[in-house]
């Protein structure tokens, strides 16, 4: 069965404080690996996609990046506007078009 | 540019009732998506739309759920005899039609059944 799993639940953080967020995924065949960031209220908001081990995206303070069995979020000297639940996803060789979600990460940063 | 555009934005209703929620994507964009997300879990895959077609339903839970798009544009999501654990936020999502995983999601609608 294809799954994805994120780790940890939740994680608090002081503003500065680096800390990397992981997405494990057991797929039968994987086309892509998106991540997604979600405020309260409101739709999960699109952040990266990686194809292929040993990709690398960045922006801003995030870093993502792929080996063949799972995907880090690195959050690098984060501040209190990164607090949102960061979501995984990936799509499969043989889901057509339907992402399979983790449960997402709840990030917390205090100033 | 306005984006993904969902309405009611929170939707009460009983037990047996029937619901409609509607999704506006954004204009121009070819693919429409649901998905379903229950409290602190990730959304869960309904049906995707290519232009006017249900490409693929098979996320929707049973029968009770249909979803149509008449004209390539705006989308319903129906469901018929709601139970309590219908109760989700209901989100739809877009995209320019080739992006399978980089989509555009609207703010959802809130579905409480009582």
């Known amino acids: 069965e294809d799954q994805v799993t994120q780790s940890p639940e939740a994680l608090r953080l002081q503003e500065g404080e680096s800390s990397s967020l992981n997405c494990s995924y057991t797929v039968s065949g994987l086309r892509g690996l998106f991540w997604y960031r979600q405020d309260p209220g409101k739709g999960p908001e699109f952040l990266f996609t990686l194809y292929s081990a040993g990709e690398e995206k960045e922006k801003e303070r995030l870093k993502a990046t792929l080996t063949k069995k799972e995907s880090f979020l690195h959050i690098t000297a984060p501040k209190p506007e990164d607090s949102a639940t960061y979501l995984c996803?990936?799509?499969?060789?043989?889901?057509?078009?339907?992402?399979?979600f983790g449960q997402g990460t709840r990030l917390t940063i205090n100033p | 540019g306005a984006g993904v555009s969902q309405t009611p934005s929170n939707k009460v209703t009983e037990k047996g009732k029937y619901v409609e929620l509607r999704c506006d994507p954004i204009s121009g964009h070819t693919a429409l998506y649901w998905y379903r997300q229950s409290l602190g879990q990730g959304p869960e895959f309904l049906i995707y739309f290519q232009g006017t077609g249900a490409a693929d339903d098979s996320g929707l839970p049973n029968d009770r759920f249909f979803a149509v798009r008449p004209e390539g544009s705006v989308s319903t999501l129906k469901i018929q005899r709601t139970e309590r654990g219908d109760s989700a936020v209901y989100l739809c999502?877009?995209?320019?039609?080739?992006?399978?995983?980089?989509?555009?999601f609207g703010e959802g609608s809130r579905l409480t059944v009582l």
């Open positions: 996803a990936v799509l499969l060789i043989q889901g057509a078009q339907k992402l399979v």
């Open positions: 999502a877009s995209s320019p039609g080739g992006g399978a995983g980089e989509l555009f």
